[in-house]
């Protein structure tokens, strides 16, 4: 009895997430989403950065980032794109906490944890737990 009581208590934050190689995870807006189809490029205004674009939630969602190729750092510049409007995360714009820890001519793995504000500084779209795990 005392088991189930202390299962019981866990909190969403507590709870593990079971990430599958070739996948990008993330909660947005507390909605959990788990992706496996997602595009890989090279930028074409840019040569020294690789694209990643996914589309998810029926389509009406896509969300980029862009890397440095072949560099473990941070994610240069985020995109999410939803009904045709765009906000762009970059060094200095809302909350950033993103890291590139493997990073290949073949494989990308790493994490972010984005806010996107308005202009008065209010979160609008909130990205926690996110998870990159992506083979191309």
């Given at each position: 009895m005392l088991s189930f009581?202390?299962?019981s208590c866990a909190s969403?934050?507590?709870l593990?997430?079971?990430t599958e190689e070739n996948s990008i995870s993330f909660h947005l807006n507390g909605v959990a989403y788990f992706i496996t189809e997602y595009d890989v490029g090279i930028d074409p205004t840019d040569s020294n950065?690789?694209?990643i674009e996914a589309v998810f939630d029926n389509d009406t969602k896509k969300i980029?980032?862009?890397v440095i190729v072949e560099e473990t750092n941070e994610i240069e510049r985020f995109v999410l794109e939803e009904h045709g409007v765009s906000w762009i995360?970059?060094?200095g714009l809302g909350y950033r906490d993103t890291s590139i820890t493997t990073h290949t001519d073949s494989k990308m793995e790493g994490t972010?944890?984005?806010i996107m504000?308005?202009?008065n500084g209010q979160p609008l779209h909130i990205f926690i737990n996110g998870v990159i795990n992506i083979g191309f």
């Open positions: 009581f202390v299962l969403d934050d507590e593990v997430s079971i950065m690789r694209m980029s980032f862009f995360s970059e060094f972010f944890n984005i504000e308005d202009r």
